[in-house]
């Protein structure tokens, strides 16, 4: 996880996108809830854009 | 020895290829192991062959590379939903869930996945990542010909980028400029799919197919209403008649009440001139828009060469377009010009560009596409003998004397032989033949082979010293990537009462003396045969042409709708028994349909999801 964390850090940083950082938090948190009340998570989706 | 390998994976068609100091040794898709069409699973199979294929284990590898670039896919998305918002709420709670629990972490993913090919496997650093569309570039470029090319990559989209422009010179490969999502002429043309009620990734070559029959009405609609087309043919897609940036459908209402029909439900509703006609208009604005491209790029730059890759790049008409505009001496398309080939791409382009390796040669590097599993004769007669099939072995000149017959005696031959090709078409490896004079083929493959609409054409294969005399075009075509029309004289032409036949009706009549491979409006899509690449292919031509003084066979893919290629004894074999196929070659086994057991006949076709 830390090293991620380290590499999803630079990848901030190279394409100078801060502002996404707590954007991600708050989805990080709200994943972790989604993923902790469903057993699994389906895509049935047209064009895969995911 | 240096040794990489190329994954693309978890979108659609997963793939794996294999480099050995910047020499390709292998590639191949998964579904054609898996036997599900387009299969987007990590693949397992490919990755076991390419790896046998080179006699490594993975813990050799020296590094892997996967085509895309998760992260910046990722920041896509967000800033796509955010763009959009609060439209696109459901598919976002439907995407987030996948992308934070697996899709961010693809790195460990992968590594997850890699280590049960070979427990010794333990370092993740080998594994780096390359831009989708820069993967598409650099399969297009590396392998090329061309020392210097410019290179022009089409798709839905990667990570931004839809469309890229990129100058290749030696082993340097740079981009130069790029089109972003949402506006993107693969998912353009994708919505027409969608809306002509095919699938969309798999469907658009119906939409390409169908266009001959229609008239392109709705052409200059297209590109008023949807899109803002400059004269460099770049463009900006008007986002209110899609909804594929945040929706769960390609287009909505919008678009449905400017062309005035609903989105077509194929188990509903026939195809009709309408269908048609919007094919055609979708057809003609993707021929405009590359053809703008490409002649801007020609202008700007200067350079006689043309290399392509991406989805968009399988569209041979638009290519044969191009090609006829004279604006390019050159042009080369990647086989695998889809996502498959991004795992060549990945990996070529961490040899040239990260390795700064340079290249050895200016020829094509891709081996006549032929680059997947190969099996040898005692493999065959045991499989042959498992399956309780009634053989009999020949020698390999007996073997092209006797199938050449059959041929012009109007039979339809499973020709199995060789290396698989490796992307979407059948190149002589893993194909059906049949005798393009004959004037009830078409349909004749389509309904009782194929189990398709009759609408769809079929495309030739011909000697490459003969393709003058044959067709409009002088360029090889290894790949049958480029489309081009029946040469005049050997075309029949349509008296007034046929030439206004509408649709389908037109299909009935003789256009060319080798009407199975000759499209309404007299086109082809070529496949040029090179005794260099596939010796045996050539011979098979070669006698045909002996017995009967025409150079080309009718070659569509050996499968039936929906189903992927086949690629073992096995797969042949249940082809062979669940269709109408006369006869089966594989290597040096003869097999008639006839002299088979009954009982083995198989119920195969609704075996596989029309697509």
């Keep these: 996880m830390l090293a991620f964390i380290k590499e999803f850090y630079e990848f901030l940083k190279e394409r100078k996108k801060y502002w996404l950082l707590p954007i991600i938090i708050v989805l990080a948190i709200f994943g972790i809830l989604i993923v902790l009340s469903q057993g699994s998570a389906v895509a049935p989706f047209i064009y895969t854009i995911f | ?611």
């Design chain 2, 1 to 611: 020895m240096t040794t990489i390998l190329g994954i693309s994976a978890f979108y659609h068609d997963s793939a794996a290829a294999l480099i050995e100091d910047g020499s390709i040794i292998a590639a191949a898709q998964e579904e054609r192991f898996s036997r599900k069409k387009h299969d987007a699973n990590y693949p397992v199979n490919a990755v076991d062959y390419v790896l046998k294929e080179g006699g490594l284990k993975l813990s050799q590898i020296d590094h892997i590379v996967f085509f895309e670039k998760p992260f910046l896919k990722f920041e896509r998305l967000i800033e796509t939903y955010l763009a959009f918002a609060p439209r696109g709420f459901k598919s976002f709670s439907m995407s987030m869930p996948i992308w934070l629990r697996e899709k961010l972490f693809q790195k460990k993913y992968l590594f997850d996945h890699l280590k049960k090919h070979d427990e010794n496997f333990s370092d993740i650093n080998k594994i780096k990542f390359s831009e989708h569309h820069y993967s598409h570039a650099a399969s297009a470029f590396f392998p090329s010909p061309f020392k210097e090319s410019l290179v022009l990559t089409l798709d839905g989209v990667g990570e931004w980028a839809t469309t890229t422009v990129a100058i290749g010179k030696e082993s340097k490969l740079k981009i130069l400029k790029e089109i972003h999502f949402p506006h993107s002429l693969g998912l353009l043309y994708s919505a027409f799919t969608y809306y002509t009620g095919f699938k969309v990734n798999s469907g658009e070559y119906k939409v390409m197919g169908l266009a001959p029959y229609g008239r392109p009405k709705f052409k200059d609609l297209i590109i008023k209403k949807l899109m803002d087309l400059k004269d460099d043919g770049s463009f900006r897609l008007n986002m209110k008649y899609f909804s594929f940036a945040t929706g769960l459908t390609m287009t909505n209402k919008k678009f449905s009440d400017l062309f005035g029909e609903p989105v077509r439900d194929p188990k509903r509703d026939q195809l009709t001139q309408f269908h048609m006609d919007i094919a055609a208009s979708i057809q003609a604005v993707t021929e405009e828009i590359v053809l703008k491209m490409s002649k801007s790029l020609a202008e700007e730059y200067r350079i006689k060469n043309l290399c392509l890759a991406g989805g968009v790049a399988l569209n041979c008409v638009a290519n044969g377009k191009i090609l006829k505009d004279k604006l390019f001496e050159n042009i080369w398309i990647q086989p695998a010009a889809g996502d498959a080939g991004g795992s060549l791409g990945a990996a070529l382009a961490y040899w040239h560009s990260e390795l700064n390796m340079p290249r050895k040669s200016y020829e094509d590097q891709m081996k006549g596409s032929y680059l997947g599993p190969k099996f040898d004769n005692s493999h065959i007669e045991e499989k042959l003998k498992s399956l309780k099939a009634n053989y009999k072995k020949y020698d390999t000149k007996e073997v092209i004397t006797l199938t050449a017959k059959q041929l012009s005696n109007e039979k339809t031959v499973g020709w199995f032989q060789g290396r698989m090709e490796f992307g979407p078409r059948a190149l002589g490896g893993r194909s059906i033949l049949a005798d393009p004079r004959s004037e009830k083929m078409q349909k004749e493959l389509n309904l009782k082979i194929k189990f398709r609409e009759s609408f769809r054409p079929f495309a030739p294969s011909i000697l490459r010293d003969d393709l003058n005399e044959w067709f409009e075009l002088n360029n090889d075509s290894p790949y049958m990537l480029l489309v081009s029309e029946v040469k005049k004289n050997k075309q029949i032409k349509m008296n007034e009462k046929e030439e206004n036949l509408f649709g389908i009706d037109k299909l009935n009549v003789k256009r060319s003396s080798i009407p199975a491979i000759t499209h309404v409006d007299y086109s082809a899509r070529i496949q040029t045969v090179h005794r260099e690449t596939n010796p045996r292919y050539y011979d098979l031509i070669e006698e045909f042409k002996r017995n009967t003084n025409c150079p080309v066979l009718v070659n569509t893919s050996f499968n039936v709708r929906g189903e992927p290629i086949v690629c073992s004894i096995e797969d042949a074999f249940n082809c062979f028994m669940g269709t109408n196929l006369d006869v089966l070659v594989l290597e040096d086994f003869i097999l008639f349909k006839e002299q088979q057991d009954k009982s083995l006949i198989k119920d195969y076709k609704n075996k596989f999801e029309l697509d």
